[in-house]
Structures are given as C-alpha cells and as structure tokens.
C-alpha cells in the first residue's frame, strides 16, 4: 500500500488511503449488522445471540448444576441462588425454603426486570427439568421481535379464595415456563396477597395483575419438557432429584 501511494501523486494517494479506509469500515459494518440480525439457531447462518436467553433455574444446597453446565442451557444458564456465589447469577432470599420461593420468584422478576433488559427471552426451569434445544430455537425465532407479551407453559387456573389479586388467574407450571421481555416490562412485582403461595401461581398473578388479558398464552409442547426423567429410545437419564420439592 505504501509502496504502491509512493508511485503516484500524493493528492491521489490521499484519495486510495481514503477510499480504502471507507470501504474497510462499511464491509465492516456490514459484517457487524449482519451479525445483529434477526435469530437464527443452530445450522442458520446468523449464529445465536447469547444474550437473548437467560434460563433462570432458582437453586438450593440440594441442586447439582453439573447436568446443566454441561448441556445446551448451560450458556444461557443464570443461577438464582440463596447466598451470591461464583456460580450464583442471582441471590435472593437469605434462605429459602420450599414455602418461602414465592418470595425468591418475586425477587428474581425483580432482577430480571431492571437488570437483563438485553434479554429478549426467559425460560424459568426447575431444577429437576429439562428441555429440547431445538424446540426452544423454533420458540424464539416464531416469536422473536413481538410487542405483545408472550408466556408459554402448560397453564393452571388458580383458586384461590383468600387473594383476590391469585383468584381467577391463569399460572405456567414451574417445571418450565418461557416469556419474553414484553411481559416483563407490563409485569406487577408489587402484587400483595396472604400467606405463603406456590411460587409459580404468584408469577402467574404478577402477569395477570400487570399485563392484563392481552397475555399471548401459548401451550408447550409437553413432549418436549422432561421433569426429573428423560426417557426415549432406550435412553434414560435421570436429572437431579431435589427432596424438599
Ligand atoms: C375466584 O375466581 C373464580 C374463577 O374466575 C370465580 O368463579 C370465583 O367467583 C372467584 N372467587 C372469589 C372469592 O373471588
Ligand atoms: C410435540 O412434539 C412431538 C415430539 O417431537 C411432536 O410429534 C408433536 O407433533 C408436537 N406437537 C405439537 C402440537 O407441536
Ligand atoms: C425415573 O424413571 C425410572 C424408570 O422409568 C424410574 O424407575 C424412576 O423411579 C424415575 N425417577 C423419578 C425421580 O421419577
């Protein structure tokens, strides 16, 4: 290049450097659109974009993420834990017990709501549960980019009497349910009710109270969640258990 500038004028040298420089910047610019592009999972061209999945697995003394780490949610995982640690995303609640993770889901959808604004999409998975990766690509690319709050599960009315902000609405089973970061921006995290609630149930009010009827609710494919078994074609891996559950 420096040779080459030296052959001609040093006006028209000016003129390559120049050119040269803009053409490098737009390729590279079109490289770097390219890569925000729309999602592509895996076997598309456009590659996954880590941060538009966050799987919150709320954990205990009794959970083993070494199943997790080491399959496909493991780049996605984001710990909810009782006390910060190395591998701990989230820490809320001191000590949780079975009876006190209403108050964990309500911290961690806190946490999600001010701080993982990037996050497009969330998968709450139980620590006992597993899901199919292509299942969840298909999910994410059919609904990436919607306005409207979207929360898939397999859905629960609740009936409950005593809290008239639970009764009469529509909760995702905890093993697994997925939303996305619409829902999150309409959800109550200040919901007040009596007692202490299944966890999942006050999510599902959260998004009732917050985001009204206009709540996208889709049904999973129950095919495609695995709870403490995976079992199929001979094969049989049993996922953690965790007792006090
Ligand atoms: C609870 O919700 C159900 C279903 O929407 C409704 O039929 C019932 O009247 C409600 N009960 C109370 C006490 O609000
Ligand atoms: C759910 O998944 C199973 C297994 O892959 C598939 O056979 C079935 O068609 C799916 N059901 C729906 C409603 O998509
Ligand atoms: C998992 O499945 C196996 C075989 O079907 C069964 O023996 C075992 O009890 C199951 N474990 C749990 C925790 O459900």
Request: glycine residues 8%; hydrophobic residues 35%; aromatic residues 12%.
């Amino acid at each position: 290049m420096l040779a080459f500038t030296r052959l001609l004028n040093p006006r028209i040298a000016a003129i390559v450097v120049v050119c040269t420089t803009l053409v490098a910047l737009l390729l590279f610019h079109g490289e770097l659109h390219l890569s925000l592009g729309g999602f592509v999972g895996e076997g598309g061209s456009g590659g996954v974009r880590p941060k538009s999945l966050a799987v919150i697995m709320p954990v205990n003394d009794n959970s083993d993420l070494t199943f997790y780490k080491n399959m496909w949610v493991g780049d996605y995982l984001r710990p909810v834990c009782d006390f910060a640690g190395p591998e701990c995303s989230m820490s809320c609640n001191e000590k949780s017990t079975w009876n006190t993770l209403h108050k964990k889901t309500v911290c961690f959808t806190k946490q999600l709501k001010e701080k993982y604004t990037d996050t497009e999409f969330f998968i709450k998975l139980d620590d006992d549960a597993f899901t199919d990766r292509e299942y969840i690509y298909g999910l994410m690319n059919q609904y990436t980019g919607m306005k409207e709050p979207v929360y898939i599960s397999d859905f629960i009315l609740n009936l409950d009497r005593s809290n008239p902000s639970l009764n009469g609405s529509y909760y995702g089973n905890g093993k697994f349910y997925m939303f996305n970061r619409p829902l999150l921006d309409c959800i109550d995290t200040n919901i007040r009710y009596r007692g202490d609630r299944n966890e999942d149930a006050v999510f599902g009010a959260m998004v009732h109270n917050g985001c009204g009827p206009d709540v996208k609710k889709i049904l999973e494919n129950d095919s495609k969640i695995w709870h403490k078994n995976y079992t199929s074609k001979n094969k049989h891996i049993e996922l953690n258990y965790v007792k006090n559950h």
